[in-house]
């Protein structure tokens, strides 16, 4: 099954989040801040990754343009969870490569819809 | 003038004398006088030197005014008038006396000024006071994040304990109930369902023997009872041979009779009927023979019915009732059945519903990350609002007036290091912290008292 990646500076979230992936099968990897995401993603292929807008060392929308300037990372599908609704910040996130927007708190059962549908 | 300064100082030379004499005089006195004679002495030598001190400061200041009259001895009225003009001057410098108007204008103003100063010391003192209890917000704000953070922490962990040990009990349990799938295929029952099942079938295939042999039995009897039919069959043949031996026998006796009314002619039939008689006999003899051996076999073949009777009704009885229970039990077996039947349905019902609260469970826990962004949101404005504070307050008091409340003045160095750096979780403002927090914590005691 799929990696996943979960990237947010909250360790209940991501533990929500691994425990609603993992019951369904895919396989989930923690990152606290887009810095040790960056690191993580270079030293293993992932195929999603989940992240936070909202972080210390590095942001969610600064990780994602780390990531599309990588080239094992140019389509991979980024999806931005955060509490941010307004639409500045969205249209940051869409500008800087990601391939969804999520606002919190997330429904168990939306989120695997759209990484299954992400996920192909 | 060495010459009139010593004449002007004669009350130095006075009280140098005094003194001079008292000195002189002093060994050949007693105590007491020698004490009170100092006294007076110096009472003197201290009027004199006022004295002399005033008189010369007089004599200077006549001097000076003399200075100045001297040197314009012959004033025009021109000169007189603007000299005059410049005493009033500075005599204005000297004594001011403004007009009643001036005096309550610059009342006014001092007033105004007063309360201006008065409202600017509030705002500074208003400023200081938030800055003090922004500091405590701050910090309460980031204790409530770490707390509310350990508590998510543990909630989430325990949750995925317990989701993961409910799937364990109701996977245990449905193999138990249900069976692996390849359980079934190798002969012996792993579920309780198979079990049920292949139960069922042996006792009920037993059963079905049992009654079969009730049934040859039964069939048996039956051979048996035609058997019996036979042997009475032929007891009643042997009652009409010997009958018929009879008969014979009585034939040849009047054949014989015959034979001897006839006299010698009748020899060779008497003969005839002789043997006749005696072949007779011989079926009678061979019937009793036939008779006992009928006997026998009746006798025997009454006991073998007896027995199979007896045997086949109890076997039979027996059947039955071992039928009626093994009924009975497989009843209770569909019965047990379909409660695991129920019981797995129940198991999936319950896992279903789990699913639901696991839902609402992972929507809820995100509460803290949410929180925690929100209060931390709620910082930024407070620090903005702080720093504009505290810069006004510096501004303010850098206008010379005197606006800070005397308070701990400590406390504004503090509040200077803090402006400075950008987030304030520095030590320094721990002191300050502690004294605040010590009116209001929490309590130190034990966690559960009775009284």
């Known amino acids: 099954m799929a990696t996943i990646m979960t990237v947010d500076d909250t360790a209940s979230m991501r533990q929500m989040i691994s425990f609603t992936l993992g019951s369904v099968g895919y396989d989930v990897i923690q990152a606290v801040d887009g810095a040790e995401a960056l690191k993580l993603a270079q030293d293993r292929k992932v195929d999603l990754v989940i992240a936070d807008v909202n972080m210390p060392n590095m942001d969610g929308i600064t990780l994602v343009k780390s990531l599309r300037a990588l080239d094992t990372y140019k389509f991979t599908p980024i999806l931005m969870l955060t509490t941010e609704s307004q639409a500045g910040k969205r249209d940051q996130g869409k500008s800087a490569g990601a391939t969804g927007w999520i606002v919190k708190p997330f429904n168990p059962e939306q989120l695997v819809n759209v990484v299954r549908k992400v996920l192909g | 003038m060495n010459l009139a300064s010593l004449s002007n100082r004669w ?17 050949s006195l007693p105590l007491v006088v020698a004490v009170g004679s100092g006294c007076t002495t110096l009472i003197v030598v201290v009027l004199l030197i006022g004295h002399g001190v005033t008189l010369q400061r007089m004599q200077q200041a006549a001097a000076s005014y003399d200075d100045a009259g001297d040197n314009d001895e012959l004033l025009t009225a021109a000169e007189a008038e603007s000299e005059i003009e410049a005493l009033l001057e500075k005599s204005n410098d000297i004594v001011p006396i403004p007009p009643v108007d001036q005096m309550l204008q610059t009342m006014e103003a001092d007033n105004h000024r007063r309360r201006l100063e008065d409202l600017l010391r509030r705002w500074v003192d208003v400023a ?3 800055s003090e209890a922004a500091l405590v917000l701050r910090k309460e704000i980031h204790g409530v994040v770490h707390h509310t953070e350990q508590a998510a922490n543990t909630i989430s962990s325990s949750f995925q304990a317990v989701i993961n040990k409910a799937t364990l009990q109701a996977r245990e349990a449905m193999e138990l109930l249900e069976g692996t799938q390849g359980g079934a295929t190798s002969g012996a029952p792993q579920s309780l369902t198979d079990f049920i099942r292949v139960s069922d079938e042996r006792l009920t295939k037993m059963a079905d023997e049992v009654v079969r042999v009730a049934d040859l039995s039964v069939q048996m009897v039956q051979e048996l009872d035609g058997v019996q039919t036979r042997t009475q069959a032929i007891d009643g043949f042997l009652l009409d041979v010997e009958k018929l031996a009879d008969q014979t026998s009585l034939l040849a006796l009047n054949a014989d009779i015959e034979a001897a009314r006839v006299g010698e002619f ?45 045997l086949s009704a109890a076997d039979m009885e027996h059947a039955l009732k071992i039928k009626e229970d ?49 209060l931390k949101g709620m910082l930024e404005p407070m ?23 005397l308070k701990e003045g400590s406390t504004m160095s503090k509040a200077d290091e803090k402006s400075a750096g950008v987030s304030a979780d520095a030590g320094s403002d721990d002191a300050v912290l502690r004294k605040l927090r010590a009116v209001g914590s929490s309590s130190s005691g034990p966690s559960v008292e009775l009284f």
């Open chain 2, 266 to 310: 009748g020899r060779g039939f008497s003969v005839v009927a002789q043997e006749v008689r005696r072949l007779s006999q011989r079926s009678h003899e061979f019937s009793d023979r036939i008779r006992q051996h009928l006997k026998a076999v009746k006798v025997g073949l009454n006991k073998t019915y007896g027995d199979m009777r007896n």
């Open chain 2, 383 to 405: 620090d903005d609002l702080r720093r504009m504070l505290f810069h006004l307050m510096q501004e303010t008091m850098a206008t010379g007036k005197n606006l800070l409340p």
């Open chain 2, 11 to 27: 009350w130095m030379w006075a009280a140098i004398a005094a003194i001079g004499s008292w000195l002189w005089s002093l060994p």
């Open chain 2, 326 to 374: 093994v009924i009975a039990l497989t009843r209770s077996l569909e019965g047990k059945n379909r409660e695991v039947a129920e019981t797995v349905g129940r198991i999936n019902t319950i896992s279903r519903e789990i699913a639901q609260d696991v839902h609402n469970v992972v929507v809820s826990l995100q509460f803290h990350d949410i929180t925690s962004q929100k």
């Open chain 2, 128 to 130: 200081h006071r938030y």
